[in-house]
């Protein structure tokens, strides 16, 4: 063994460097920038909590917002849909009986309205792969313009209730 290799395993160098003709070899490999999807997965191993979060929050966003716009869209432009009429009366005179439960004023017989919350749900339910990956590469920047601040804001408001978030793993 040659004196540097016997002094870098003393010092506790982890990487040993040797010199083969004309190129240098080392025990550990060099590390490249990550592409893809493996820079999401170490920026989530770096933080786990507020990605977690994050990756949450924007699904459930993703979910919400076009279930809304989706409804609204077809109640505005009133697209003609080929569903059976009988079914249509059906369905709503279930749901008034739901409503006058509740205490809400019943629908009319022909009333689109479950028509269009059910295509409106078919239709994000159909996202979902669109959603997860929207999710995923947002969530680095939701994750550090959003949740990050308010997580801030309240460990400075509350410190006693943020402990799970401070605590340091050694």
Same mark, same amino acid.
């Given at each position: 063994m040659s004196l +540097? #290799?016997?002094m870098y395993a003393l010092i506790g160098r982890r990487t040993v460097q040797s010199h083969v003709g004309h190129r240098w070899y080392s025990s550990v490999p060099d590390r490249q920038p990550q592409r893809g999807w493996r820079r999401q997965l170490l920026a989530f191993k770096q933080r786990p909590a507020s990605h977690i979060t994050a990756f949450a929050l924007l699904h459930e966003l993703t979910a919400? *917002? %076009? $279930? *809304?716009? +989706? !409804?609204?869209? $077809?109640? !505005?432009?009133? %697209?003609?849909? %080929?569903?059976p009429q009988s079914v249509l009366e059906e369905g709503n005179r279930y749901i008034n009986k739901l409503r006058t439960y509740v205490g809400l004023r019943q629908l009319e017989a022909d009333s689109p309205v479950l028509l269009h919350l059910a295509t409106s749900y078919a *239709? +994000?339910? =159909? =996202? +979902? %792969? $669109? #959603?997860? =990956?929207a999710s995923l590469a947002l969530t680095p920047w939701f994750s550090r313009w959003c949740v990050v601040p308010v997580t801030r804001v309240a460990g400075k408001l509350w410190p006693s209730?943020? #402990?799970f978030f401070n605590r340091r793993d050694k």
């Open positions: +540097v #290799r016997i919400v *917002v %076009p $279930l *809304v716009g +989706v !409804y609204y869209a $077809l109640d !505005y432009w009133q %697209p003609k849909m %080929p569903f *239709v +994000v339910k =159909a =996202a +979902v %792969p $669109l #959603r997860i =990956a209730s943020m #402990r």
